[in-house]
T-cell receptor, first 115, second 113 residues
Framework: AQSVTQLGSHVSVSEGALVLLRCNYS??????LFWYVQYPNQGLQLLLK??????LVKGINGFEAEFKKSETSFHLTKPSAHMSDAAEYFC?????????????FGKGTTLSVSS | SQTIHQWPATLVQPVGSPLSLECTVE??????LYWYRQAAGRGLQLLFY??????ISSEVPQNLSASRPQDRQFILSSKKLLLSDSGFYLC????????????FGEGSRLTVL
């Protein structure tokens, strides 16, 4: 069965610093992987998705993620953090075993940005 | 463009009372629909999904139920709420097919007292 593990429930960075949020996946088939962002009391917004077209995926708000099959990883990065990046981030994998093709989510990483 | 609406946004209910959360999607037809529950530190738990009218699949045994009376309407219900039902409920839709992203509503926060 597919699953994702997000390493670190909380990450703190200074404004302007590199953001690195870690995600490792487990999948018996070539995975489709996603990163979502959630602001307080709101729904989830898609940041980017990997669909095997390219290993480096660029998303919205300056975020990107690199798919590394050898490491079973899909870490999210941003070169320079902004205060508005403070939010909760979720990594997800598409569950190809389900007819409904739901996404399976990690437990989330809360990003704090200090000035 | 497609939009998804959930209501109510906030709900405070006593233990043992009924529940009805509604979700509608506009701008698309025959979407896959999903209900997730989010609890602090536990990520998102898939509760139900539906690939068509009247077709509901349950992922977690509980006292909740779901219905899809119309193509773009998805309802989450309970006859008697438990304290453990408190949480943030999210409705989502996708166009179906493996690897398609989900689009989420704004969520409904339920507090059971």
């Amino acid at each position: 069965a597919q699953s994702v593990t997000q390493l670190g429930s909380h990450v703190s960075v200074s404004e302007g610093a590199l953001v690195l949020l870690r995600c490792n996946y487990s999948s018996s088939v070539p995975p489709y992987l996603f990163w979502y962002v959630q602001y307080p009391n709101q729904g989830l917004q898609l940041l980017l998705k990997y669909t095997s077209a390219a290993t480096l995926v660029k998303g919205i708000n300056g975020f990107e993620a690199e798919f590394k099959k050898s490491e079973t990883s899909f870490h999210l990065t941003k070169p320079s953090a902004h205060m508005s990046d403070a939010a909760e981030y979720f990594c997800a994998v598409s569950d190809g075993n389900q007819a409904g093709t739901a996404l399976i989510f990690g437990k989330g990483t809360t990003l704090s940005v200090s000035s | 463009s497609q939009t998804i609406h959930q209501w109510p946004a906030t709900l405070v209910q006593p233990v043992g009372s009924p529940l009805s959360l509604e979700c509608t999607v506009e701008g698309t037809s025959n979407p896959n629909l999903y209900w997730y529950r989010q609890a602090a530190g536990r990520g998102l738990q898939l509760l139900f999904y539906s690939v068509g009218i009247g077709q509901i699949s349950s992922e977690v045994p509980q006292n909740l139920s779901a219905s899809r009376p119309q193509d773009r309407q998805f309802i989450l219900s309970s006859k008697k709420l438990l304290l453990s039902d408190s949480g943030f409920y999210l409705c989502a839709w996708s166009s179906g097919g493996w690897g398609r992203e989900l689009f989420f509503g704004e969520g409904s926060r339920l507090t059971v007292l």
